[in-house]
């Protein structure tokens, strides 16, 4: 039974590994690089924080 349990987790593991190989090609020859390191969340935070000293 374990040994089937760690082929069981071996095999998730391998699939989830290719799945984010597949994500990650997928999104890399999707979106250009200035969009995938811009951070338009944290521009439109700074703007709505307001800061006392």
């Given amino acids: 039974m374990w040994t089937a349990l760690s082929y069981?987790?071996?095999g998730i593991s391998v699939a989830?590994?290719?799945w984010m190989l597949y994500d990650w090609f997928k999104i890399d020859t999707t979106y250009s690089e200035e969009?995938?390191?811009s951070s338009r969340e944290g521009e439109l935070e700074a703007v709505s924080?307001?800061?006392r000293v």
């Fill in 8 to 10: 069981a987790c071996w």
């Fill in 35 to 37: 969009v995938l390191t």
């Fill in 16 to 18: 989830l590994a290719l």
């Fill in 49 to 51: 924080e307001k800061h």
